[in-house]
């Protein structure tokens, strides 16, 4: 086995330089990176681990990946996040609803996320404050306040930690979420149709949720913009077979928010800008581009025209991939870890020349997949990453 010459930091960055580094660096831990609780028990059970599961994602149901698990496969970054608003409480309830118990999260947009006791999977939108409203009703919505200090408490003092005392690289937890934000407010179905229909709403809309964010951002680098060396924003834009709107909508309404939002950060930071959508999103790549983000995450190889040899032979001098190292739906909860291994080292003989590119699943490792088979994707990384 090859040796190491680089830390942790200077492998991603270097790879993010699309410079060639000594391996593939290897990611795990992030909301868009992560791991379901149940998955994660799994891989305890497979590397004989006791420890408890805490949650770092109630919506998503993701475990944080102890220290002792990163270490053991390698991994290349640590992942910091902003808290919430002072005041803001975040509590998972619980209520009886149609004859079943819920657990429910209210957030500080005033969304519902709920999740049965039942079937404790995920937490899924069970009410959307803005669904019958109209444009003065957003106009008037008590908007949370995104430089809310409370969001920053401390935050400096862990990133300078993390900084100082560890040599991996410094990843923001998930930010810059404009459109999403929208829908869950207003429910995915009314959202689509507003944008056909209600262009002025929309706008209006999305100004709010783009003003959350750059007043957000004003203070968050503030705090650690020399420290961090990756932002991750992002906005699903695609599904399994293309954009989920028209992208001449996306490039009406949406981009120019996005935009702006990516060129104040880059303004402001030297740290590399992912953007994180699912999907086809081939259509969007140069509007992405445009805006001037740097990585495209999580690289939905089971997805239309999202061939790895085709996005790395068209936008790979000029865009890094984060993500893509096996089909996450159809192979890694499925076949056998031989066949694991065999779907990272083809995979990463693409996407790994000339650097660029940051190994990981198609995001989350999901509930069901076992725990040899995670086990055998981040060992197959770690062989088939290294340079010659």
């Known amino acids: ?27 795990l831990g992030g909301n868009q990176t992560g791991i379901h609780k149940f998955a994660y028990e799994a891989l305890l059970a497979h590397l004989g681990l006791s420890e408890n599961v ?20 390698h991994v290349d970054t640590r992942y910091i996040a902003a808290g919430a608003a002072s005041g803001f409480d975040g509590k998972i309830t619980t209520e009886m609803r149609d004859g079943m118990l819920w657990h429910d999260l209210v957030d500080e947009f005033g969304v519902r996320w709920s999740m049965p006791e039942a079937h404790p999977m995920y937490m899924d939108i069970s009410y959307s404050p803005l669904a019958h409203a109209s444009l003065e009703d957003v106009r008037e919505y008590p908007f949370p306040r995104g430089d809310d200090p409370g969001r920053f408490e401390g935050l400096r003092e862990r990133a300078l930690a993390l900084r100082r005392d560890t040599p991996y690289a410094v990843v923001s937890g998930i930010s810059g979420v404009i459109y999403e934000i929208c829908w869950y407010m207003r429910g995915l179905e009314a959202w689509f149709m507003d944008m056909m229909t209600a262009p002025e709403f929309c706008e ?3 100004d709010q949720t783009c003003k959350f964010w750059m007043d957000w951002f004003r203070v968050f680098l503030d705090e650690v913009g020399d420290l961090v060396d990756v932002i991750m924003i992002g906005d699903d834009l695609a599904g399994q077979t293309g954009p989920l709107f ?40 140069p509007d992405l581009l445009d805006n001037g983000i740097d990585i495209l995450n999580p690289v939905q190889i089971s997805a239309a025209n999202m061939e790895p040899a085709r ?29 694991v291994r065999e779907a990272v080292r083809k995979n990463m003989e693409i996407f790994k020349p000339g650097g660029g590119y940051i190994f990981n699943s ?20 770690y062989r088939y990453g290294f340079y010659e």
Request: include cysteine; charge should be positive; hydrophobic fraction near 40%.
């Open 54 to 73: 805490e949650i770092m994602d109630a919506v998503q149901q993701l475990a944080r990946p102890s220290e002792t698990v990163l270490e053991h496969f």
């Open 204 to 206: 209006a809309l999305l």
């Open 246 to 285: 028209n992208p001449d909508i996306y490039r009406s309404l949406v981009k120019p928010r996005h935009k702006k939002l990516v060129q104040y950060i880059r303004s402001r930071t030297k740290a590399k800008i992912w953007y994180h959508t699912c999907g086809a999103c081939l259509p969007f790549i």
């Open 311 to 339: 996005l790395k032979e068209t936008f790979g001098d000029v865009l890094s991939f984060w993500g893509g190292g096996i089909n996450a739906q159809h192979e890694l909860p499925r076949v056998s870890p031989d066949a």
């Open 362 to 381: 198609v995001h989350n490792i999901q509930a069901g997949v076992p725990g040899e088979n995670i086990a055998a994707l981040y060992a197959a990384a």
């Open 1 to 27: 086995m090859p040796k190491e010459t680089m830390t942790s930091r200077e492998r991603v960055l270097k790879a993010l330089n699309h410079q060639v580094p000594d391996r593939v660096p290897i990611d």
